[in-house]
């Protein structure tokens, strides 16, 4: 197998060859009609306000990595243990992207060929857990993910599921909250062989050592779902769940702003277990193009004006909630320690699936949602969930949340010709400035 220097040589020596044209003007001339659904998507995203929490701009450097030859590459396997041949080059990025990851983190090992956070959900209960074991997972009406135990999904299907939920506290404001107390009670109840600690609408620091003590009180693994999160661990200013679980699980498309893919990060001990859950059991081939685009994510993490980044991620949450506040919102817990924020927007006499639409048409991208212990439906809600992580990106600041809340109002009261407002916000903030 060739070296790293072998390699290396191999690159400066190919980059000497003429460029063909393989971009966009290629797509163009030989499907227009795709094309212009490609500039179309390009538009929306530079003229609308994008506060889907689970979205991010990704680099110039990570588009490129996805749209490199490394798509082309089949890779069953790990480096220097391919299930094909001429996998030298490619072995080079997954370890660079490996080892990228552990420092990041401070994780022993890696995995970081899961396609999305689901398939890396799925391959740590596949290495840990068998069909039939008991896991407590956050409750789905209370902000749980789908593979916490929805009966739609592999988790309610596969295992016996037990929801905590958030404590519903003595006005909106002041409830919302994990209830360790009863956390507690529920893993003596039903002694679960794993806890599952996370969610995808939880705006609160979670307490990892509290889970820890618990996890150890009932013998249960403590798998830590930091989807939303990581990205924040990775500039510092999230607390760090590696030391405290057993297995972390995460996308690396969100606050982490890399490429849409999962990863897992876990202790030596159950590396083994781990590499096998992912393949050969629950996947094929890896993406490359997407692992590479992995690596630049991770060195871009490392640097110092990420952390900065990370930083006024939050700042700029707590800033908006804070106005939507201001507007007539009432703020779930109060406030957010992330970049995540869950609003009932009740007041405004709307659904949060009305509240979805109406923002929608203003050119405002956010999600609905069903707020613990909700008087609407499921499929309608009373709330409203976003997140600052797409935003900041652009460059905006606390100085631009009252606006950004300022507009969502607007929306929600039904106010003509906002799309224009927006747009011009954005427009001052390109996220790919020429």
């Known amino acids: ?30 499907d227009p009609e795709l094309a212009d659904i490609l500039l179309g998507e390009t538009q929306r995203q530079a003229s609308c306000l994008q506060l889907i929490a689970g979205e991010n701009f990704t680099s110039p450097a990570v588009l490129a990595a996805l749209g490199s030859p490394l798509a082309n590459k089949y890779a069953e396997g790990y480096p220097g243990h391919r299930h094909h041949a001429g996998c030298e080059l490619v072995d080079l990025a997954e370890r660079l992207a490996v080892e990228r990851a552990t420092r990041l983190f401070g994780a022993a090992h890696a995995n970081v060929q899961p396609y999305s ?14 069909p039939g074991d008991t896991i407590l997972a956050m409750s789905l009406a209370h902000g749980g993910h789908l593979t916490h135990g929805s009966e739609s999904n592999f988790s309610g299907r596969w295992f016996r599921i037990a929801g905590y939920g958030v404590t519903e506290g003595a006005s909106f404001e002041e409830g919302g909250r994990i209830d360790y107390d009863r956390l507690r009670i529920l893993a003596h ?42 990205g924040l661990v990775a500039g510092g200013a999230s607390p760090n769940p590696v030391p405290y679980a057993d297995v972390v699980c995460a996308t ?15 202790g030596a001990d159950l590396a083994q277990r ?17 692992i590479a685009a992995k690596a630049a994510a991770f060195a871009e993490a490392a640097r110092p004006e990420f952390a900065l980044y990370a930083h006024q991620v939050i700042a700029n949450a707590r800033a908006l909630a804070d106005a939507m506040a201001g507007q007539g ?29 109406l923002c929608a048409g203003a050119g405002i991208v956010l999600d609905k949602y069903t707020l613990p212990y909700d008087k609407e439906p499921c499929a309608a809600g009373s709330g409203i969930r976003l997140g600052t992580a797409a935003v900041t990106t652009q460059g905006m600041g606390e100085q ?27 427009g001052d903030f390109p996220p790919y400035p020429v």
């Open 252 to 266: 690396t498309h969100k606050t982490l702003r890399g490429p849409r893919g999962g990863m897992i990060l876990c």
């Open 329 to 357: 919102m009432r703020i779930a817990t109060g406030g957010t320690d992330t970049h995540l924020i869950a609003a009932d927007v009740s007041a405004f006499g709307v659904t949060g699936m009305r509240a979805r639409g």
């Open 1 to 30: 197998m060739p070296t790293a220097e072998a390699s290396s040589a191999h690159i400066a020596a190919t980059s000497a060859l003429p460029a063909r044209d393989t971009g966009f003007g290629r797509l163009r001339d030989q």
């Open 117 to 130: 956070g689901s398939s890396a959900v799925l391959a740590a209960y596949a290495a840990l857990l068998v």
């Open 274 to 290: 781990i590499d096998r859950a992912v393949f050969p059991f629950s996947q094929g081939g890896p993406h490359m193009h997407a």
């Open 189 to 230: 109840q039903h002694r679960p062989k794993a806890i599952v600690c996370g969610g995808i609408a939880y705006p609160r620091t979670i307490d990892y050592a509290a889970f820890r003590e618990i996890a150890d009180d009932v013998g249960a693994y403590l798998i830590v779902d930091a989807a939303h999160t990581l």
């Open 400 to 426: 631009q949340m009252p606006q950004v809340a300022d507009l969502i109002a607007r929306a929600l009261r039904e106010e003509r010709g906002l799309a224009n407002r927006v747009a011009e916000l954005v």
